[in-house]
């Protein structure tokens, strides 16, 4: 795969990225952001509850990842660090936990930057400019920052972050690409919107294919992909149980989930595919 042009960034259209923030209520989007935003909450009015229910199930993972182990979180297409925040997340449960966030877009990164210097231990937490597409990239960049250590187990993080490659990409090299750079007893974490396999009524069906239409309109337009494509994106890792699964059916078990629980009787309404892979060693 060619190396992507990290300064080809549109900064004059919405950023799907900066819309995720603004449903969560954050700080990091602009204007435009949120005039496009508004025009997704009129077709899906609950938008901001996905979203939630994306973040909860963020933080059930983080937990479960550290309660085996794993202190080290590599968090790619992050955007901006401003809500549920992985380093903030992780922080409260094991202090000396370490957290590189990566994106490609450079106000992004500039703006997470300010944040983490004004909050974050520039030892343990780090944002660093790299596209997602480019694993090579990624990793050179990641590991640059001299927060994480190779040579131990790390969860690599894609929350809500693989939609935005288009379904002509080769998504699943780029995955396996990740899959090999990983140290025996990482993680693999991935949450993905879809408007395919819903068991819905029809109207909300076709709400949710106007918002990924709306995102067209968008710097970061969306795309939807089925179950047993994500599956594929865990190659050979064991899966976590359930395994890939709707957001609400993903262990709720391990950390309270008010926002999900609406979810719960029809799970497919979340919209959001996630699962967890583990490297064997």
Same mark, same amino acid.
């Given at each position: 795969?060619?190396?992507?042009? &990290?300064?080809?960034?549109?900064?004059?259209?919405?950023?799907?990225?900066?819309?995720?923030?603004?449903?969560?209520?954050?700080?990091?989007?602009?204007?435009?952001?949120?005039?496009?935003?508004?025009?997704?909450?009129?077709?899906?009015?609950?938008?901001?509850?996905?979203?939630?229910?994306?973040?909860?199930?963020?933080?059930?993972?983080?937990?479960?990842?550290?309660?085996?182990?794993?202190?080290?979180?590599?968090?790619?297409?992050?955007?901006?660090?401003?809500?549920?925040?992985?380093?903030?997340?992780?922080?409260?449960? +094991?202090?000396?936990?370490?957290?590189?966030?990566?994106?490609?877009?450079?106000?992004?990164?500039?703006?997470?930057?300010?944040?983490?210097?004004? +909050?974050?231990?520039? *030892?343990?937490?780090?944002?660093?400019?790299?596209?997602?597409?480019?694993?090579?990239?990624?990793? &050179?960049?990641?590991?640059?920052?001299?927060?994480?250590?190779?040579?131990?187990?790390?969860?690599?993080?894609?929350?809500?972050?693989?939609?935005?490659?288009?379904?002509? +990409?080769?998504?699943?090299?780029?995955?396996?690409?990740?899959?090999?750079?990983?140290?025996?007893?990482?993680?693999?974490?991935?949450?993905?919107?879809?408007?395919?396999?819903?068991?819905?009524?029809? *109207?909300?069906?076709?709400?949710?294919?106007?918002?990924?239409?709306?995102?067209?309109?968008?710097?970061?337009?969306?795309?939807?992909?089925?179950?047993? *494509?994500?599956?594929?994106?865990?190659?050979?890792? *064991?899966?976590?149980?359930?395994?890939?699964?709707?957001?609400? &059916?993903?262990?709720?078990?391990?950390?309270?989930?008010?926002?999900?629980?609406?979810?719960?009787?029809?799970?497919?309404?979340?919209?959001?595919?996630?699962?967890?892979?583990?490297?064997?060693?």
């Amino acid at each position: 795969m060619a190396e992507p042009d &990290q300064d080809n960034v549109d900064l004059d259209r919405p950023n799907a990225v900066r819309m995720y923030d603004y449903y969560l209520g954050g700080t990091g989007n602009w204007a435009m952001d949120r005039v496009l935003g508004d025009k997704v909450l009129a077709e899906v009015p609950f938008a901001p509850l996905i979203a939630r229910a994306n973040l909860e199930f963020l933080e059930r993972v983080l937990r479960y990842c550290v309660r085996n182990g794993i202190d080290q979180f590599l968090d790619v297409g992050s955007g901006g660090p401003t809500v549920g925040t992985v380093h903030r997340i992780a922080d409260a449960l +094991e202090p000396r936990s370490r957290c590189v966030y990566v994106d490609r877009e450079q106000v992004a990164v500039a703006h997470g930057q300010l944040l983490l210097e004004r +909050e974050g231990d520039p *030892e343990r937490h780090a944002i660093v400019r790299a596209d997602q597409r480019d694993p090579d990239a990624v990793w &050179q960049a990641a590991m640059g920052a001299g927060v994480l250590d190779r040579t131990r187990p790390i969860a690599l993080i894609f929350c809500a972050a693989l939609h935005f490659i288009p379904n002509a +990409e080769p998504a699943g090299e780029m995955l396996a690409r990740y899959r090999a750079r990983l140290p025996a007893g990482s993680y693999l974490v991935i949450s993905h919107a879809t408007f395919d396999d819903l068991d819905v009524p029809a *109207e909300y069906a076709a709400s949710i294919r106007a918002a990924f239409e709306l995102y067209e309109k968008s710097g970061t337009p969306a795309f939807s992909r089925r179950h047993d *494509e994500i599956v594929s994106f865990f190659g050979d890792f *064991e899966m976590v149980e359930p395994g890939v699964v709707w957001l609400p &059916q993903w262990r709720l078990d391990e950390a309270p989930s008010p926002v999900t629980q609406n979810f719960v009787a029809n799970p497919s309404m979340s919209i959001g595919w996630c699962g967890v892979g583990r490297k064997r060693g």
